[in-house]
């Protein structure tokens, strides 16, 4: 059974950083490509970052230069290195799984950016 785990969101400053992880279970990740999504309140989830079974990264829109996806294969774990946050970063961040029928998510971590 496909699983997702998020940790590390909560509450941070303007200006501040935040490193939420992802524990998977139920699959290797190193053979599928992994990524970070966010929904913000009131909009539709939409993505931040992935990273490939090459480990080839894609990140769009304001996270570009800001947020840093990773991959740690041997702890079956992916990452998302959050710098210069701002209010605008606010959002339910997920977990997620690309297979070329589906996508799977994990329950999500909040992330609130305010001073």
């Known amino acids: 059974q496909v699983q997702l785990r998020e940790s590390g969101g909560g509450l941070v400053q303007p200006g501040g950083s935040l490193n939420l992880s992802c524990v998977a279970s139920?699959?290797?990740?190193?053979?599928?490509?992994m990524g970070w999504y966010r929904q913000m309140a009131g909009k539709e989830r939409a993505l931040v970052a992935c990273?490939?079974?090459?480990?080839?990264?894609h990140s769009q829109g304001s996270a570009k230069g800001r947020f840093i996806i990773s991959r740690d294969n041997t702890q079956n774990t992916i990452y998302l290195q959050m710098n210069e946050l701002q209010p605008d970063d606010t959002a339910v961040y997920y977990c997620?799984?690309?297979?070329?029928?589906?996508?799977?998510y994990g329950q999500g971590t909040q992330v609130t950016v305010s001073s």
């Open positions: 990273i490939n079974k090459y480990d080839d990264t």
């Open positions: 139920g699959f290797s990740i190193s053979a599928f490509t």
């Open positions: 997620s799984r690309f297979t070329s029928r589906d996508i799977s």
